[in-house]
C-alpha cells in the first residue's frame, strides 16, 4: 500500500502539469529529492502534508482562472493525489523528562489543483516517527470541521450511528492517513497535527527529530514571502539546567524559568524547511555516576482512578568508559514458510550485522526453528572471528523457509543452554512473524524462569517482522551497553497497593514476554539512555526510597532516590502510552476483561491508542446544524444528554479501521502466509460495473466519455436504474450500449 500511495502521488504530480498558472508563473516539473529518484517509495511525505484525491482527470483546473485544458476521457484507477500547496506553517513542541515529546503543527493548505466549480475529496497524511503515536488530527474548511476522537470498541450503541470507512488508518507501519469528503476547488483548509514520540539520547546527548521535510511542489506558485514557525519548550526537573547543543533551525532561548526553558525560530521564507527539525541539548551538570528520583502526582478529581501516580527516573551519566556486562547470547530466529522472501534476507542481514558487533569474550549460538530446530552448536561458542566467520556461513546454508511454527521448543532450548552463564548478562534474541496457540503457556515458562531465583534471570528481546533489522540492531546496542542489573526498589514500605510498575525505555519492539508476566521486574539501565518507571499506588509514599543493583564487575550498588512533587510536568500523560501497552499485555495474559475495560478508559483519557478503542472522524457540519436548529429548536432540548458517538443532526461520524496491531492471526500462522499478505478481496458492484461497461462501450461506440457517465451514474441505481441509463445513452448518442449497460448495473445491485 505504501508503494501505491508513492505511485499515486507521482501519478498526480504529472497530472497536476495541466493547471495554468500564468506565463510569469510557469511551474517547473516537479521532482524527488535526487537520493531517492529511484526508489518506489520516493514519493511519500517527510512532513505532514494534505492531498487532493482525484479520480476524474478532468477536474484538474487552476480554480481561480480556468484554462480551458482538453478534456481527459476516462478515469484515475487507483486515484491520483496531487499534493496541496501550503500557504502557513506553525511548530510546537513540549519535551518532558528528557523521555518524551507532544507535537503539535498547524499548517493552512489551499486546493489549488480543481476547478472552482468541482469538489474532490482530501487525504491527510502524516508520517509517524517510530515508536511514536498518532494523537489527533483537526480540519477546518468552510463551515465544516473535521476532527478525529477514540472511541470504545464495546460501545456497540454508539458504533451502529457511525459510518464504517475502508480507507484511512495506518498504511505501512508509519504512515497515518485521513479521508476528507467533498472539499470545493479553491477551498483553503486549517490543518492541526498532534502526535508523540520519544526523545532519543546518545553520547551523553538528548535528541528530537521530528518531520518537517517539505519538498518544493507544495509552495504556492510565485515568488511570496512564507512566514515559518517553530516553539520548542524543555520541561525538566526543577533546579537542573540544560544547554542546547545543535539544532537545524536557529533558535533563540525566549524563556528559562525553573526546570523549563523555551526556544523560538521565526522567519519569512520563500520555500519552505528542506530539513527535519533537530533539536538536541545536554546536561551541564551531569555526573559521571548514576543518579535518580522519583515524582509523584495526585490523581485528577476527573479521573477514573483515583490512585495518585508515581514516576522513578534512572540516568547512567557519563559512563562511556565504564566497564559494561559480559553478555552470553542465543539469537533465536523463525525460519517457517510465511518467512521466505525479502523476511528472511532482512533477519540474515541483521543477524550477519550483529554477530559482528559481538565483542571477543561474548559467547553466542543460533537456533533456527519451524516445527523442529536446528542449531549452529550445541554449546556457548566465544564469539572469535573465527566463530563468528563459521556461524554466517551456517546462517546462509541454514536459513530457508518452510514449514510450521514451534516457538517453545527452542525458546526452552535457549534457556537452557544460558542455565550455567556465569558473570555476565543471559540474552535471548527471538525473532518471528507468527502466532501460536501456546503463547500463554510460553509467557508462563519464562515467568517460572524470572521468579526461580536465578542470580541472573534470561534477558528475552521479543521481535515482530516489520523494520527489524533496525529494530534488531538497536536493541541489540542496548543489550551491549548494560551498566546496571537485577535493579530492586524497595517501593512497598507504607504503601497499601502498588500496580503498574512499567517503564518508559522499552525492551523491544514486542516486550510483552517478559514484562507482562512479571510486573515488578525492572528491567537493565543501559549507557544508551536514562530510564523511566511509573505506577499507581494507594497510601503514604515512603520518603526514603533505596535503588540496589549490580555493577558489572558483580558488585553490589545502592543509591539514595530523591523524592519531590511533580510540577508542571504531566505525568499521566507521559507514562500513559507504556501503562496501555502494559496494561493490555496483562489483560491479553489473564484473559481480563476489566483490564481490558480499564485500558479502554486510559485510551480514551489520554488520546493514545490502544487494542480496545477505535479512532472516528467527527463531521460537524454548521450549515446543516444552523438549518436544524431553526427548524427543531424545541427538539435540541431534549437531546442534551445524548449518548457519546451517537450522530447529531448535522453531523456524521466516519469509523476508521481498526490501528492497534492486533493479537496476530493464527490461520495466517498455520497456512504460512506472510504479514501484509492478505487474501485478494472480490470486486464489488461498482467495480464489475466499470470493468464491463468499459467493455461494452467500446465494442458499440467510439463515444469514450459514456463509459465514465455510466460509471457515475452506478453510484446511485435504485429501482429507476434503467430509466436513468436509457436516459443517459440516448442522450450520449450510443444506442448500442442500452441493453448491456442496463443488464450490468441491475445484476451488480439488486435493488
Not at 84 to 105: G, P, R
Request: charged share 20%.
Amino acid at each position: 500500500m505504501v508503494e501505491e500511495f508513492s505511485k499515486s502521488v507521482e501519478e498526480g504530480l504529472r497530472l497536476s502539469k495541466r493547471i495554468y498558472f500564468g506565463k510569469d508563473r510557469a511551474v517547473s516539473p516537479p521532482k524527488p529529492p535526487p537520493t531517492m529518484s529511484k526508489s518506489n517509495t520516493s514519493y511519500l511525505p517527510t512532513a505532514p502534508m494534505l492531498y487532493a484525491v482525484i479520480h476524474n482527470p478532468a477536474i484538474v483546473d487552476n480554480p481561480d482562472v480556468p484554462s480551458y485544458q482538453p478534456y481527459v476521457h476516462g478515469k484515475c484507477d487507483p486515484p491520483a493525489l496531487i499534493p496541496l500547496h501550503m500557504t502557513a506553517v506553525h511548530l510546537q513542541v513540549q519535551c518532558h523528562l528528557h523521555a518524551a515529546a507532544f507535537i503539535t503543527l498547524s499548517s493552512t493548505f489551499r486546493l489549488h489543483c480543481v476547478s472552482g466549480s468541482r469538489f474532490c475529496d482530501c487525504i491527510v497524511a502524516l508520517p509517524v516517527p517510530h515508536q511514536g503515536s498518532i494523537l489527533g488530527v483537526e480540519v477546518s474548511v468552510h463551515r465544516k470541521s473535521y476532527s478525529t476522537l477514540l472511541v470504545d470498541m464495546k460501545d456497540k450503541g454508539g458504533e451502529e450511528n457511525m459510518i464504517q470507512c475502508q480507507d484511512g488508518g495506518f498504511i505501512g507501519p508509519n504512515l497515518f492517513t485521513l479521508h476528507i469528503p467533498q472539499i470545493d476547488g479553491g477551498s483553503k483548509l486549517s490543518v492541526k497535527f498532534s502526535w508523540y514520540q520519544k526523545i532519543l539520547y546518545s553520547n551523553d546527548e538528548f535528541l528530537l527529530n521530528v518531520p518537517f521535510t517539505f519538498p518544493d511542489f507544495i509552495n504556492p506558485v510565485g515568488k511570496m514571502s512564507k512566514k515559518e514557525k517553530i516553539e520548542i519548550t524543555v520541561n525538566a526537573i526543577a533546579g537542573s539546567e540544560l544547554l542546547y547543543h545543535k539544532t537545524s533551525h536557529p533558535m533563540k532561548t525566549v524563556r528559562n524559568n525553573a526546570g523549563s526553558t523555551g526556544f523560538l525560530y521565526e522567519a519569512d521564507v520563500l520555500s519552505w524547511s528542506k530539513t527535519d527539525f533537530s533539536f538536541s541539548y545536554v546536561m551541564p551538570d551531569s555526573s559521571s555516576h548514576i543518579s535518580g528520583g522519583v515524582l509523584l502526582e495526585s490523581a485528577p478529581v476527573d479521573d477514573f482512578d483515583q490512585r495518585d501516580m508515581f514516576c522513578m527516573y534512572l540516568h547512567p551519566g557519563n559512563l562511556q568508559s565504564k566497564k559494561i556486562f559480559r553478555k552470553d547470547i542465543v539469537f533465536v530466529i523463525d525460519v517457517s514458510g510465511s518467512m521466505r522472501g525479502k523476511l528472511i534476507e532482512e533477519t540474515k542481514n541483521a543477524l550477519s550485522v550483529a554477530l559482528s558487533k559481538l565483542d571477543p569474550d561474548d559467547s553466542f549460538s543460533i537456533i533456527a526453528f519451524n516445527g523442529d530446530i536446528y542449531q549452529f552448536s550445541k554449546s556457548m561458542e566465544l564469539a572469535s572471528k573465527d566463530a563468528v566467520e563459521r556461524a554466517i556461513e551456517w546462517i546462509n546454508i541454514n536459513f530457508v523457509a518452510g514449514g510450521d511454527t514451534n516457538i517453545l521448543h527452542p525458546l526452552n532450548t535457549a534457556i537452557e543452554m544460558l542455565s550455567d552463564a556465569q558473570s555476565s548478562v543471559p540474552i535471548i534474541f527471538l525473532v518471528t512473524d507468527g502466532t501460536v496457540e501456546d503463547e500463554r503457556q510460553i509467557c508462563d515458562v519464562i515467568k517460572n524462569h524470572v521468579t526461580n531465583g536465578e542470580s541472573m534471570s534470561p534477558r528475552i528481546y521479543t521481535f515482530g517482522i516489520d523494520l527489524v533489522e533496525s529494530q534488531m540492531l538497536q536493541f541489540f546496542h542496548k543489550a551491549s551497553s548494560i551498566v546496571l542489573a537485577n535493579i530492586t526498589a524497595d517501593i512497598f514500605n507504607g504503601l497499601n497497593e502498588v500496580e503498574d510498575l512499567v517503564h518508559l525505555i522499552p525492551l523491544a519492539l514486542t516486550p510483552f514476554l517478559f514484562l507482562s508476566v512479571c510486573p515488578f521486574h525492572i528491567p537493565d539501565l543501559s549507557s544508551d539512555g536514562p530510564m523511566i518507571l511509573s505506577g499507581r499506588y494507594n497510601g503514604s509514599f515512603s520518603k526514603d526510597l533505596e535503588i540496589k543493583g549490580v555493577l558489572a564487575d558483580f558488585s553490589n550498588f545502592v543509591i539514595d532516590m530523591k523524592i519531590e512533587e511533580a510540577k508542571d510536568i504531566p505525568l499521566q500523560r507521559i507514562c500513559a502510552r507504556d501503562q496501555i501497552e502494559y496494561l493490555t499485555a496483562q489483560a491479553w495474559l489473564s484473559k481480563d476483561e476489566k483490564l481490558e475495560q480499564r485500558v479502554a478508559k486510559l485510551s480514551l483519557k489520554t488520546g493514545f491508542i490502544s487494542e480496545y478503542t477505535l479512532m472516528a472522524n467527527l463531521e460537524n457540519d454548521l450549515r446543516k446544524n444552523v438549518k436544524e436548529s431553526d427548524r427543531k429548536k424545541e427538539v435540541s432540548k431534549k437531546s442534551h444528554h445524548k449518548k457519546a458517538g451517537a450522530k447529531e443532526q448535522g453531523n456524521r461520524m466516519f469509523l476508521l479501521p481498526r490501528l492497534g496491531i492486533g493479537f496476530g492471526n493464527l490461520a495466517a500462522t498455520a497456512e504460512n502466509i506472510q504479514p501484509g499478505r492478505h487474501e485478494p478481496k472480490g470486486p464489488d458492484a461498482a467495480e464489475i460495473f466499470v470493468k464491463r461497461a468499459t467493455n461494452c462501450c467500446s465494442s458499440f461506440c467510439n463515444n469514450s466519455c459514456c463509459c465514465m457517465s455510466c460509471i457515475h451514474t452506478c453510484t446511485r441505481i435504485n429501482n429507476e436504474c434503467a430509466n436513468a441509463i436509457t436516459q443517459l445513452c440516448v442522450g450520449l448518442g450510443c444506442f448500442g450500449c442500452l441493453e448491456c449497460c442496463a443488464d450490468i448495473c441491475c445484476s451488480g445491485n439488486e435493488n
